[in-house]
């Protein structure tokens, strides 16, 4: 959206020109003419606007892949999109935030998204919600109604300052047009710094006015200090170094190449066992290791229980210690040190040590730091795999998981939304590198589908399993479309039990029955078929290793997207 704007050439006039065709210096019509033509081209200037400046800001921070459900509000940004800037449609802004959302975690970078004015951000605030939750770093451009007018609220001008609660990082209204590429590339940091979503909230005219020839105010790169203190760290070895029995807590912070390694070390010369935090969205540690010791409970009669044994616990990347139902009474009677690096989650931690560093430094500082004990400790036992089922008997979601652990290569990402088989989730299928596990931290649905497509995008060669209720998939199974056309190799094994399980076995805890009704009409295999993807059914035990033997070798190589609709028993306990 280049304006081109001609000067006007001063003296050229066709006053005193002849019947035979000259001027009275003698200079004839055609070359008057073609001088004319020549001081026009001379004349004429470009105008970079405020659009190519803002595009200029992202390709300098490699935002050059937009998630997006577009609105009238953003055609003025959007129509002869530069071929470098590719575009991402999913067919619901919960779709668009959730695939940004996995793209940022597996690119360890931040994605742009843009929506349209009111109802496209009212639509996404609960998966904006969940990328803050999940420490998700986002840029999201809104669109607004022409700035000249918006005094008298025309139509779809939206109230947009407040609109997503306390959930971004940061929220920019330019001023003027030209404060536009400066407050994309203020965003930019804020949800690098911030891990989360920030937004720019720009009228739709703006994108034509004219850029100012002046610097950005915004840095082109932000660097922070990633060394720890070491006179913090030698406090720490201290208190490790004199406990009898002390335990390291992982949570999804330490989610990482290098705080896994440190980790690893340090449990290793401890010989100390590692849990993973209650409801944690990433594995903290890897989950095959000897000395992982599962997850911890929710609730705190049974996490007082688990923890007893120790006189000291170490934190890392966690809050201490996040749970779900209410009891009474205190979490541990053992010493607490958090280690974080987010400054909110030392703040709030019943702990007598919060450290705020950069996690991986501080981790491989103290693992070298900390004294090397003898190994005397067992392994922890695992959960044993279930039998397969019975001649005629429905598959269980144990069955399922079982059978997916035997079969995944260790590199997997998955990413779960299966609230009422999460805990048998846990026991059978371990994490085994990083990033191994995804769920969305708040616990609302609509986030493992378009977050395993963003995921898949963001890592095209790693194999991405999404484990999925059926109930679940409803919220966002529109974001398969987007797998399908842009050709996701994802796979998504949607467990049909034909209602909500987790929710039914809830009212049965509280003594009493579920008013609501189970859906069994309800198609997700149809539905999935409808939006271009392939589709598997599966209802025997026998066909779901057949399948699973078929895929599982070639998951890294899949461009497109497979559905396994599995049909599976809605009985079971739920124990998070």
């Not at 991402?88 to 597996?106: F, K, M």
């Amino acid at each position: 959206m280049t304006h081109v704007v001609e000067t006007t050439t001063a003296g050229t006039t066709t006053a005193g020109t002849s019947t035979a065709g000259t001027t009275t210096a003698g200079t004839s019509t055609a070359e008057a003419s073609t001088a004319e033509v020549g001081a026009a081209e001379v004349g004429a200037v470009a105008i970079r606007t405020v659009r190519d400046a803002a595009f200029d800001v992202l390709r300098l921070h490699g935002l050059t892949t937009l998630f997006a459900n577009p609105g009238s509000t953003e055609v003025s940004l959007l129509a002869d999109l530069p071929e470098d800037l590719e575009f991402v449609l999913a067919l619901h802004e919960g779709s668009v935030v959730g695939a940004a959302t996995g793209w940022a975690i597996a690119r360890e970078q931040p994605a742009l998204v843009l929506l349209h004015t009111t109802a496209g951000l009212g639509n996404a605030v609960g998966a904006l919600a969940t990328a803050r939750a999940n420490r998700a770093p986002l840029v999201v451009l809104v669109g607004q109604q022409d700035r000249r007018h918006l005094a008298q609220e025309p139509f779809l001008a939206g109230r947009l300052d407040g609109l997503a609660g306390d959930y971004p990082v940061r929220v920019e209204s330019p001023v003027r047009a030209q404060d536009v590429p400066g407050a994309i590339g203020r965003a930019v940091h804020a949800a690098r710094e911030g891990r989360g979503p920030a937004l720019v909230l720009v009228p739709m005219n703006d994108w034509a006015e004219p850029a100012e020839d002046l610097p950005v105010p915004a840095p082109t790169v932000l660097r922070r200090a990633a060394s720890a203190d070491v006179s913090v760290v030698a406090e720490v070895a201290a208190l490790l170094t004199g406990a009898t029995m002390p335990a390291i807590v992982v949570g999804a912070g330490a989610d990482d190449d290098g705080t896994w390694t440190a980790l690893t070390s340090l449990a290793e010369r401890l010989d100390c066992p590692v849990w993973q935090e209650p409801f944690g969205a990433r594995a903290g540690f890897p989950q095959d290791h000897r000395l992982f010791a599962g997850h911890l409970p929710s609730d705190r009669p049974r996490l007082r229980a688990a923890l007893d044994p120790y006189d000291l616990l170490v934190c890392v990347g966690a809050p201490f210690l996040r749970q779900y139902p209410y009891a009474p009474g205190e979490l541990t009677g053992a010493r607490v040190v958090v280690v974080t690096d987010d400054p909110a989650e030392a703040h709030r931690a019943p702990a007598e040590l919060a450290v705020v560093a950069a996690l991986p430094d501080f981790c491989d500082r103290l693992a070298r730091r900390t004294p090397s004990r003898p190994a005397t400790s067992e392994p922890v036992v695992r959960a044993p795999h279930p039998e397969p089922p019975a001649a005629g008997e429905l598959l269980s979601p144990s069955h399922v998981l079982a059978a997916l652990a035997q079969r995944l290569p260790a590199d997997t990402v998955i990413v779960e939304e299966t609230p009422s088989s999460r805990p048998d989730l846990h026991a059978l299928l371990p994490a085994r590198r990083p990033l191994g596990f995804l769920s969305a931290a708040m616990g609302g649905l609509g986030f493992a589908m378009p977050a395993a497509i963003g995921v898949r995008m963001g890592q095209p060669r790693r194999p991405v399993v999404a484990v999925i209720g059926d109930g679940s998939s409803l919220y966002q199974v529109q974001s398969l479309w987007t797998a399908a056309h842009y050709g996701v190799g994802a796979v998504f094994v949607v467990l049909a039990n034909g209602r909500y399980a987790v929710m039914d076995r809830l009212a049965e805890q509280q003594g009493g029955k579920p008013p609501w009704p189970a859906f069994e009409e309800i198609d997700v295999a149809g539905l999935a078929e409808s939006f271009g993807c392939q589709v598997h059914r599966i209802d025997a035990y026998e066909d779901l290793c057949e399948t699973l033997d078929a895929l599982c070798p070639g998951l890294a190589d899949r461009t497109e997207p497979l559905v396994l609709r599995v049909t599976v028993s809605a009985e079971g306990e739920f124990k998070p």
